[in-house]
């Protein structure tokens, strides 16, 4: 007998003990719990993966980003050193750096706060499931 067809069956027959209906209860709850765990398990999983594959696409950018701005940054100190001299040239340039920097620095620190990791839908869910148990329970 499958546990569908056994669930089928006890929730036809009205003459249970209490003792039953209490393990039937038990068994439900803990087949439930299992669901919710594994569908966070999932959702975690999603987003992770999702969180490694913007890593790996950010760190190939950030690499040709940093080549690129070391060469740009060497070819503007040294057309500025053509008019002034090469020290302060490349104290413009890096001061310029700097500023770009610190937004970029402020930009994620925002972008870090609004992230969520938690499992929204799971936690919907268990809040569902735990209306449900005290409406069923009055």
């Not at 740009?72 to 040239?89: D, I, Y």
């Not at 994620?108 to 735990?130: C, F, S, V, Y």
């Amino acid at each position: 007998m499958t546990s569908v067809q056994t669930r089928a069956d006890t929730r036809g027959s009205d003459d249970r003990s209490l003792g039953e209906l209490l393990r039937a209860l038990t068994g439900e709850l803990q087949h439930l719990f299992r669901a919710e765990l594994q569908l966070a398990k999932i959702e975690t999983k999603q987003e992770l993966d999702h969180a490694k594959d913007v890593a790996k696409s950010g760190a190939i950018a950030a690499g040709a980003a940093v080549l690129a701005i070391l060469l740009l940054s060497f070819a503007a100190a040294w057309g500025l050193a053509e008019v002034m001299p090469a020290g302060v040239a490349f104290l413009i340039v890096g001061a310029v750096y700097a500023v770009v920097a610190i937004f970029a620095a402020l930009a994620a620190r925002d972008r870090a706060r609004r992230m969520d990791l938690k499992p929204t839908e799971t936690i919907e869910t268990l809040e569902e499931d735990a209306q449900w148990l005290r409406t069923r329970s009055k």
